[in-house]
């Protein structure tokens, strides 16, 4: 019997009733994956950073600083992030073990390495997870989680809260676009991204992806998630803008002729960075894992580039350190 999606609703134009879309047209073809995997294989892509992994991991990495109390976010690699926020403990798709794999052995492997350990956490309220791809939701990491802190509660998007339950998760909720639940004077929303989802073959779109806003008195935070670049994102700015804080992806959109469905490049980061009211943001989606044809330290330059094309400054919108932090007290009037 074919699987009919329980979740189904005809309002909705990202529900159908074998699974969930973008509202986007598709602009990949039949034969787009295997003629991008000949053209990489033949080309010997991605190719290594300029000075080497080593000189990179120097350059761009350093152990997580968890000292302090003090309303902070933390970055730590790929779109991996801490929040500490009126003394919660935030976790957002925190893939932090050596490879973005369903095994141990194969499968795309860290190229730095993560900047803290789960245990290394004085406490954790909050896990979001933006959707089920390998390099943003990892097993080993959640099953980590639940053995140190077995009292946190995972928000995901529809369809992906039994898998949790499977992984021994107790408290688990979750959202489709535009809902929200609230802890005392923290709200957290589920909002659209351009994507997909898979875990196996055999579940393509079964679950829903998606970005998150996280608000307090005194934040508003927008993570995009894995996102190609939409003019429907507009309207998370609309509906819960300006925001003081961001999460933009900047990795893994070469080629633009495959990747521009599903990731953004600078440029368009840029500009949805604009539309959002140039908050501090965090460049996230690269440092960590090889996933498309640009090698590990080109987002970071292009990133430099697009600001220079958009007129802008990076004061706001500059690349960080894996495991770097920045206080949130004043980003309002940084």
Known sequence: MAWKNPWYDSSKTHHTPEGFRNPEPDLRRPGDLQRWR????????PLPPREGYAAFTAQWWQPADLSGSDDRVWWLGHAALLLRVNQRYILIDPALSSRASPLPFAGPQRKTPSPLNIRDLPRLDLVLVSHNHYDHLDRPTVRQIVRHFPEATFIVPLGLASWFTRQGVAQVEQLDWWQSLRFDDLCIDAVPARHWSMRTPRDRNRSLWCGWVVRSPTLRFWFSGDSGFSENLREVVTRLGPFNLAALPIGAWAPKW?????????????????????????????????????????????????LQRAGQDNQRFSAWRIGESRGLDNIDQE
């Open 38 to 45: 000949r053209e990489r294989k033949a080309q010997g892509l």
């Open 258 to 306: 495959f990747m521009a469905s599903q990731h953004m490049d600078p440029d368009q980061a840029v500009e949805l960075w604009r539309e959002a009211g140039r908050p501090l943001t965090v460049p996230i989606h690269w440092g960590v894992f090889e996933l498309a044809d640009e090698s590990l330290d080109a987002p970071p330059a292009e990133l430099e580039h697009a």
